[in-house]
């Protein structure tokens, strides 16, 4: 998938109802590990400084998230 397909497929899902998970900032170089070794690069988006100190992700599957959730969050 070329880098033009990638952002056209997660601009599409993020349109709908994405699986958000919310991380501390200091968690963000182990949770783009996480998701290089276990999600497809265009199912997740990564939007920095959503709050203070906080991170968030967006997923295009459920069990994503919660597989996140559990290996990062907590």
């Given at each position: 998938?070329?880098?033009?397909?990638?952002?056209?497929?997660?601009?599409?899902?993020m349109m709908t109802n994405p699986y958000e998970v919310n991380f501390h900032s200091d968690l963000h170089r182990k949770?783009?590990?996480w998701c290089k070794e276990n999600?497809?690069?265009?199912?997740?988006?990564l939007h920095k400084w959503s709050?203070?100190?906080?991170?968030t992700m967006y997923f295009e599957?459920?069990?994503d998230a919660?597989?996140?959730?559990?290996?990062?969050?907590f």
């Open positions: 998938m070329t880098p033009q397909e990638q952002a056209d497929y997660k601009r599409q899902w949770a783009i590990a999600v497809a690069p265009e199912s997740y988006v709050s203070v100190y906080i991170h599957n459920s069990a919660i597989n996140f959730k559990k290996s990062i969050v």
